[in-house]
């Protein structure tokens, strides 16, 4: 192998140097910019959030609402996005169609490719973050056979997105501040990761110096995937499976045998109680109360999680619940269909994305991201006609 070092996955490999976000696994800690999560869920919102992953520090008042003003009156698309909307299949799933509007936002600013422009990057950064909930709800929208909502720019940007998923009638969608809250912590809670799956494609597209608008579409391919921020789809789907707590010994006797896994449980870094999922779990009978609803789902969930904390099969291996626990139950209880939950982590993603993009290349020691390989394959073979083989 030479001086190569076979890593697959990445277990033990540090691709670059970041100061965005800490995570100490074995403490379960999570910091953006050195500030706990806890306290930013407390007291910050989810823009200042994204603010401050970028810049690297709290903003202050007149830069808050100089980046609030920017955001709010970035949010509306241009009208052709819609008629690419249009063209997607009834049942195109929302994620597939907010990839590819985002990347085609590239073709709509094409001097974003001028990636070395700070103006142009920061412009890049508005817009990715001014859009994405307007075209996450254009993707659910379509997928009722609903007209598109568009933005109200006098609405927060939590309350923006309820009502263009939401709104049915004139004048405004009247937003429950207290959902406005629930989501907005959500969108902080999900806002960075350091180098999981999307962020790490994020990284290595755009170290191709592509621009922003097709490296953060490399991220929500990364994203769309069952493992990564497909889980909270799928953790609904078990819950919905299991269908009541007498079936829940069962179901963990087939996720010891290997034939299923506990999704929502596990995670490579944390090797503790996810923060994150503490979090969420404090807040969902808070929505529940706010929608007036109760969730059969919340009951197997948490029987779940007590049954797999104490068996040792999950002890041993130090599998506890990770964000997309809790999260999925969160968004059914906000009317967002199960298919599109995984569309609003991007949304909330989409800061993180940013700062590690710009991270990256102001990075004077970043080169094009190329890993290396061990080939396996024959040597020296000899091309054989296609009438001998
Ligand atoms: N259910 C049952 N067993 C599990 C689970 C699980 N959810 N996760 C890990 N294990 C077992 C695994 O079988 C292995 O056991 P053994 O040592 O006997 O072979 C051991 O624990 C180590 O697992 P691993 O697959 O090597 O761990 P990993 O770091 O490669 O995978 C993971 C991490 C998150 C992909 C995995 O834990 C998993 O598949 N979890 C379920 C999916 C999920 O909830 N994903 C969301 C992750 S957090 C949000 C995000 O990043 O988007």
Redesign the pocket.
């Known amino acids: 192998f030479g001086l190569m070092t076979y890593d697959p996955?990445f277990?033990n490999t540090a691709s670059c140097r970041s100061s965005i976000t800490y995570i100490d696994g074995e403490r379960g800690i999570l910091e953006y910019r050195g500030i706990p999560i806890e306290q930013l869920c407390e007291h910050s919102t989810y823009l200042e959030v994204a603010y401050l992953l970028i810049y690297g520090e709290l903003p202050t008042r007149k830069q808050l609402d100089d980046w609030v003003y920017e955001i709010t009156h970035h949010t509306y698309v241009h009208e052709n996005i819609k008629d690419f909307m249009d063209g997607f299949r009834h049942d195109a799933h929302p994620m597939g169609m907010l990839l590819a509007s985002v990347g085609a936002l590239s073709t709509f600013y094409p001097g974003a490719s001028n990636i070395r422009d700070e103006n142009e990057r920061h412009m890049a950064a508005v817009r990715l973050i001014a859009k994405m909930p307007t075209l996450a709800a254009f993707a659910y929208r379509h997928s009722l056979g609903l007209p598109y909502v568009y933005p109200d720019n006098e609405l927060s940007y939590t309350g923006n997105f309820l009502s263009m998923l939401f709104k049915m009638a004139e004048p405004r969608y009247e937003v429950d501040p207290r959902l406005e809250r629930a989501l907005d912590v959500l969108f902080i809670l999900h806002a960075d990761?350091e180098q999981?799956?999307?962020t790490n494609a994020v990284r290595g597209v755009g170290s191709s110096l592509v621009d922003p608008y097709s490296a953060i579409a490399a991220g929500i391919a990364g994203?769309y995937g069952?493992?990564?921020?497909?889980?909270?789809v799928?953790?609904l789907k078990m819950l919905r499976r299991i269908g009541s707590v007498e079936n829940i010994p069962d179901y963990l006797e087939s996720?010891?045998n290997?034939d299923?896994?506990?999704?929502?449980?596990?995670?490579?870094?944390?090797k503790n109680y996810?923060p994150r999922a503490r979090i969420i779990k404090s807040n969902v009978d808070e929505v529940l109360e706010a929608v007036g609803k109760t969730s059969p789902l919340l009951e197997i969930a948490t029987e779940l999680e007590k049954r797999a904390l104490d068996d040792e099969?999950?002890t041993s291996?130090?599998?506890y619940p990770?964000?997309?626990?809790y999260s999925g139950l969160i968004y059914e209880a906000l009317g967002i269909p199960t298919e599109s939950s995984t569309v609003v982590?991007a949304i909330a993603r989409t800061s993180g994305w940013i700062a590690n993009w710009l991270e990256m290349l102001e990075d004077p020691e970043q080169r094009i991201a190329r890993p290396r390989q061990i080939y396996t394959g024959p040597r020296n073979r000899d091309y054989v006609s296609i009438d001998q083989r």
């Open positions: 996955g277990l990761h999981n799956c999307s994203l069952p493992l990564h921020g497909g889980a909270n799928q953790v996720v010891k290997g299923e896994r506990l999704m929502g449980f596990g995670h490579r870094v944390y996810d099969y999950f291996r130090k599998l990770n964000v997309d626990f982590f």
